[in-house]
Nanobody, 119 residues
Framework: QVQLVESGGGLVQAGGSMRLSCAAS????????MGWFRQAPGKEREFVAS????????VYADSVKGRFTISRDSAKNTAFLQMNSLKPEDTAVYYC????????????WGQGTQVTVSS
C-alpha cells in the first residue's frame, strides 16, 4: 500500500501562485506515476497533471498548460504541483494519486487539499 498526504492548499488571489506537495509513504517503490486531480463543487473530478516517477515525463491538462508545473523529489518520495497565474476557476479540492504501472488505474489517493482562488 502507498499512503499519500497532500499539503499546501489555501486561499490566494487571482493571478497569485501556490505550491502543493504530496508526500508518499509505504510501498513507494511500486509507484510508476503520480498525478494531480481536482474536483470543483458540483463538477466531476478532472485530471490536472501527472509525472512518471522514473524518467520525470509529464502530462498536463490543456486548462493548466503553461501555468502549472508538476515535479518530484524521488529521494523524499514527494511530488509537487506549482500553480502560477491562478484563476477563480482553479478553485477546487486537489487530490494526488499514484498508480503502479502504465495501463492501470490510479488506485492510491490522498485526502485532498482545498485551493480557493478569489477574484
Amino acid at each position: 500500500q502507498v499512503q499519500l498526504v497532500e499539503s499546501g492548499g489555501g486561499l490566494v488571489q487571482a493571478g497569485g501562485s501556490m505550491r502543493l506537495s504530496c508526500a508518499a509513504s509505504g510501498r513507494t517503490f511500486t509507484t510508476y506515476r503520480m498525478g494531480w486531480f481536482r474536483q470543483a463543487p458540483g463538477k466531476e473530478r478532472e485530471f490536472v497533471a501527472s509525472i512518471t516517477w522514473t524518467d520525470g515525463r509529464t502530462v498536463y491538462a490543456d486548462s493548466v498548460k503553461g501555468r502549472f508545473t508538476i515535479s518530484r523529489d524521488s529521494a523524499k518520495n514527494t511530488a509537487f504541483l506549482q500553480m502560477n497565474s491562478l484563476k477563480p476557476e482553479d478553485t477546487a479540492v486537489y487530490y494526488c494519486a499514484a498508480k503502479v504501472a502504465a495501463g492501470y488505474p490510479y488506485d492510491h489517493w490522498g485526502q485532498g487539499t482545498q485551493v480557493t482562488v478569489s477574484s
